[in-house]
């Protein structure tokens, strides 16, 4: 296995970076994955996932969304947060469809069979919710154009609405005066924020980011895994999911928090047990097509 960084480059917009984990030998196919909310690429164990998809033959690609706010430079380090404050969904949505159609048109690091090979989005939290709107968007995009399109969808404890993650009309009304919305980042004690065109690009754009349309009209394989623990987000989502899906499988994480068990940073040699019941029902269901069972 061999790391190694990804940059797609757009002439009037941020580069996107990335980091790719490749196996030896031939591949079985792509994964692209999107962090979630206040996360990054390298946050907790992701790149310990990366790596052990990549020794099963798996090309793995993380990626760093541009306004998330880190920095090419400082990739784990909330450091731009005037960037972090104009991010949307909608910005996210478009980057995660770019690199899915580049890997349709261009392949892996060189390797063009990764065009034709299985593709497959994974998504945790906040960036579950991308992954839902990308690989349908993406899939349909590229079907149009004769490519094969997104093979699977695979969600980690996502969000199922981004409507309902707003907040209610009062606090609307304060962020709308004042053009801002505060929110602490608890691990840095960092205060960042949301500009309020935040608000006005969703409801600008609400039915591209509903993700239950996105959901209802992908036609490939779907994983939606939860715990059953999870504070930060229901595991109503997760049943919201699966109930939607053409072709869906819920698995249910027991006693598995938000994260299943990653903190960051992460330091011990092996992942947490419930990350790596995560990542054997992942493998199992991507190589066979189905969860384990």
């Not at 690199?99 to 593709?119: K, S």
């Not at 109503?236 to 999911?241: E, N, T």
Request: proline content about 4%; overall charge negative.
């Amino acid at each position: 296995m061999r790391s190694v960084p990804f940059l797609l480059e757009r002439p009037n917009d941020r580069s996107i970076h990335g980091c790719w984990h490749l196996p030896q030998g031939q591949a079985k196919g792509t994964i692209l994955f999107l962090h979630g909310y206040k996360g990054y690429m390298d946050w907790g164990c992701w790149n310990m996932v990366s790596a052990q998809c990549a020794a099963v033959g798996w090309r793995f690609l993380r990626l760093n969304f541009t306004h998330n706010g880190t920095s090419p430079l400082h990739p784990s380090e909330f450091v731009d947060l005037e960037a972090f404050a104009a991010n949307t969904y909608r910005r996210e949505l478009e980057e995660a469809v770019l690199v899915l159609q580049a890997l349709r048109t261009e392949g892996a690091q060189g390797d063009e069979t990764a065009r034709e090979q299985p593709l497959a989005v994974i998504g945790h939290s906040r960036g579950g919710g991308i992954a839902c709107l990308a690989a349908h968007e993406a899939d349909l995009s590229l079907k149009t154009q004769d490519k094969r399109g997104i093979d699977a969808l695979i969600t980690w404890a996502a969000v199922s609405d981004f409507a309902a993650r707003f907040p209610d009309e009062a606090e609307r009304k304060t962020w709308r005066e004042t053009g801002r919305r505060e929110v602490i980042n608890h691990r840095t004690r960092q205060r960042l924020w949301h500009n309020w065109d935040f608000y006005m690009d969703f409801t600008a754009h609400a039915q591209r980011l509903n993700i239950q349309r996105a959901v209802k009209h992908y036609p490939g394989r779907m994983l939606i895994a939860h715990g059953d623990d999870d504070t930060a987000v229901s595991l109503d989502h997760a049943k919201s999911l699966a109930s939607w899906a053409q072709q869906g499988a819920l698995v249910i994480g027991q006693e598995a928090g938000h994260t299943f068990g990653a903190t960051e940073p992460w330091t011990d040699p092996i992942l947490p047990p419930a990350m790596e019941a995560l990542m054997q029902t992942t493998l199992h269901f991507l190589e066979e097509g189905r969860a384990v069972e």
